[in-house]
Each structure stands twice: as structure tokens, then as C-alpha cells.
């Protein structure tokens, strides 16, 4: 309550052009305030990857040669104070799709990771129990996967006025999905950071992942 209260007394100090914006964006800076508590409970109770799966994904070990790996982070959003803006982790719950079938659903600061057969594939993400009608609102991210390829993707939320732009699949892990060597220091490799939990799909058919 202490940062509800926070963020509504800091929008209701903001002065110049935003005293003409209207109360979406002043909505819009209130959640991006509240945001600094900390990450919302999660959605759906995750279900952790197996050890040796979990391990090759936070040191991003590509698979043999009859597969390809996909690593899909919780993404980032833009945020707005007012009198700045910057990147930072939305947290939203995503339900993914690969091929248009959903796979699972992916909390804040969570990472999904699952092999699939060489090919051609489509992927995907809308809000938890948007339900398919949303992936209208959706922009797929097309990828014709290679054997021992590994693929990092991440769940980007588009908070401009562009609805049909809502939805991304980017590549990379985002601003805060992965520890790099500045991040880790001593020049240590990139690994996935310690405040990601790595997570499989439950709902993943034999069909696609492996």
C-alpha cells in the first residue's frame, strides 16, 4: 500500500505537459510507479525445468545436432515517469504460442525453455487467458530453426497506442534477462541471471517440443 500511495502522490505531481494528458496516462504512469515495489505474485504456478536442461540453458549450451533450442525471458516494456522514461521488465504473465498452439504461460522474471525438431516455426505471445482471438493483436516472429541452432526470444510489451503492435516476440533476452560479463564481471561468459527461474512448458504437445 505504501507504494500505491507513493506512485499516485508522484503523479499527482507532475506538471507541465502532462497536466493536459488526461487520466490513460496518468493510469499508465501510476502502474509503471507501482512497479518499483517489486514483481506482482505470479499467474501460474511454474514448473522448473529438469537439472540438465537448466543447466545448459543458463550458460545458453547449444543442443546436439537433431535439435534446435528455444530460450523465451519474461520481456520489457517502456515505462514513463513524467519527466523521464526508460526500459524495464513488465512483468506480465504470457501465454506463448508456437505455430499457434499454446505451449505454456510464462511469469515475470522466468525464463521457458524447450527443444523442438528442425524447421520452420512461428512464435508468439498475448496477456494470460487473452485467448486466441487476441493473437490478432499479436506480431509473429518467424524463424526457419537449423539442428544444434539455439534461438533466444523475449516477451515485449508495446505500452504505446499501436494495439496491433502490442505484442512481440524480440530477439534476445531483453535489457533483463541475462547477466552479462559487465554485469557479472572478471569477464565471465553470458549466463541467464540468478533472479530468472528456468521453466518448461506444461502444455507443450509431442508435436513440437522434444
Known amino acids: 500500500m505504501r507504494c500505491v500511495a507513493r506512485a499516485v502522490s508522484e503523479v499527482r505531481s507532475l506538471r507541465g505537459p502532462w497536466a493536459a494528458v488526461g487520466k490513460v496516462l496518468a493510469s499508465f504512469a501510476v502502474l509503471s510507479l507501482v512497479s518499483a515495489c517489486g514483481p506482482p505474485a505470479k499467474s501460474v504456478q511454474p514448473v522448473s525445468a529438469d537439472s540438465a536442461m537448466t543447466i545448459a540453458a543458463v550458460s545458453f549450451a547449444k543442443p546436439p545436432a537433431d535439435r534446435a533450442r528455444v530460450i523465451i525471458f ?3 516494456a517502456w515505462r514513463y515517469t513524467g519527466s523521464s522514461s526508460y ?3 513488465h512483468y506480465r504473465a ?3 504460442y508456437v505455430n499457434d498452439t499454446k505451449i505454456g504461460t510464462l ?3 522466468e525464463a521457458m525453455v524447450f527443444d ?3 524447421g520452420q516455426y512461428s512464435f508468439r505471445w498475448v496477456e494470460y487467458k487473452q485467448g486466441a482471438e487476441a493473437l490478432k493483436t499479436a506480431t509473429p516472429s518467424l ?3 537449423n539442428g544444434g541452432g539455439l534461438l533466444i526470444l523475449n516477451t515485449y510489451y508495446d505500452s504505446g497506442l499501436m494495439v496491433s503492435n502490442r505484442y512481440e516476440m524480440r530477439p534476445g533476452p531483453g535489457n533483463y534477462g541475462a547477466m552479462t560479463s559487465e554485469r557479472g564481471g572478471g569477464g565471465r561468459p553470458l549466463r541467464i541471471a540468478p533472479d530468472y527461474m528456468v521453466v ?3 502444455s507443450c504437445p509431442p508435436s513440437i517440443c522434444l
Open 87 to 89: 526500459i524495464g521488465p
Open 94 to 96: 504470457a501465454d506463448i
Open 143 to 145: 524463424h526457419n530453426l
Open 74 to 76: 519474461s520481456g520489457d
Open 107 to 109: 511469469n515475470g522474471l
Open 200 to 202: 518448461r512448458p506444461v
Open 116 to 118: 523442438v525438431a528442425p
